[in-house]
C-alpha cells in the first residue's frame, strides 16, 4: 500500500522535488508584474498575440487527448471532463479575438516567435497515437495549472493588478478554472497511480518539459531571448 500511495500523490512529489521550476513558471516576473501594477503593456500585447497562436495549436491537442481518453482511459467520467475544457477553448479562442481588437492588436500579422513554434511542436508531439493517455493528460493538467496559479495570484489579497487586466485574470484565475484543474490533476494521479515505471518516468520528464516552456512563453512575452 506505500508505493501505491506515493504514486497517488505522484503529482505533489513531483512539484515538491521540483518546487525551483514549479515558482518560476508560476511566479514568474510577467504575471508578478500584472499583480503588482508594474506591467509593460506592450508585453502584455506580445503575450496576447503570442497566446492566440498557441490556443489554435492547443485545439487539436486537446482532441487528440479526448480520443486518447475514448480509447484507453478506465473512467467515462475523464472524456466529459476534457470534452468541458475543449467547449471552454471555443469561448477562449474568442475571447483572445475581443481582446486583440480592445488592445489594437492584429492577430492576422502576428508572426509565431521562435519559443511559441517549439512549444506548440512539442504540442504536436504529444498527440501521436504512440504517446500514452497518462503522458498527454498528464502534460494537459500542468499546462492549465500553470495559468491557474498564475493569474490566480494576480487577483490574491494585496494585489494591484491594474482594472483593464482582471478580466483577463479572472479568466484563469477564478476559482471554477482552480476546481477544473484540481480534477484533472486527480486524473492525472489515478492513472499514474496505475502506470508503470517507464510511464511514470516520461510523465515526469514531460511536466518538466512544459514548465521550462511556460517560463520561456513568459520571457519570450516580456521581449526576452
Known amino acids: 500500500m506505500e508505493g501505491c500511495n506515493e504514486k497517488m500523490l505522484m503529482i505533489q512529489k513531483w512539484l515538491n522535488q521540483h518546487n525551483e521550476l514549479y515558482t518560476s513558471a508560476t ?4 504575471t508578478l508584474s500584472i499583480r503588482d501594477g508594474s506591467v509593460d503593456l506592450s508585453a502584455f500585447k506580445r503575450w496576447l498575440g503570442q497566446h492566440y497562436i498557441f490556443v489554435r495549436a492547443f485545439v487539436p491537442f486537446v482532441a487528440s487527448l479526448l480520443l486518447k481518453a475514448w480509447k484507453e482511459s478506465d473512467d467515462d467520467s475523464d472524456i466529459e471532463v476534457i470534452l468541458g475544457g475543449m467547449a471552454a477553448l471555443n469561448d477562449e479562442v474568442s475571447w483572445f479575438k475581443r481582446e486583440a481588437s480592445k488592445w489594437s492588436v492584429s492577430l492576422s500579422s502576428t508572426v509565431p516567435q521562435k519559443t511559441n513554434l517549439e512549444y506548440c511542436r512539442f504540442l504536436e508531439s504529444l498527440m501521436s497515437p504512440e504517446v500514452d493517455y497518462t503522458i498527454a493528460v498528464t502534460a494537459f493538467w500542468a499546462i492549465e495549472a500553470v495559468y491557474q496559479e498564475s493569474y490566480a495570484h494576480c487577483l490574491s489579497d494585496g494585489s494591484k ?3 483593464e487586466l482582471k478580466e483577463t485574470c479572472q479568466r484563469w484565475g477564478n476559482d471554477g478554472f482552480g476546481q477544473y484543474c484540481h480534477t484533472l490533476q486527480n486524473i492525472a494521479n489515478r492513472r499514474l ?3 508503470p515505471e517507464d ?3 516520461k510523465a515526469e520528464a514531460t511536466v518538466m518539459r512544459v514548465l521550462e ?3 520561456e512563453f513568459w520571457n519570450m512575452s516580456r521581449g526576452e531571448t
Not at 27 to 30: G, W
Open 213 to 215: 516552456y511556460e517560463v
Open 161 to 163: 493588478t491594474p482594472e
Open 27 to 30: 511566479r514568474h516576473p510577467f
Open 199 to 201: 510511464i511514470i518516468s
Open 193 to 195: 497511480e496505475k502506470s
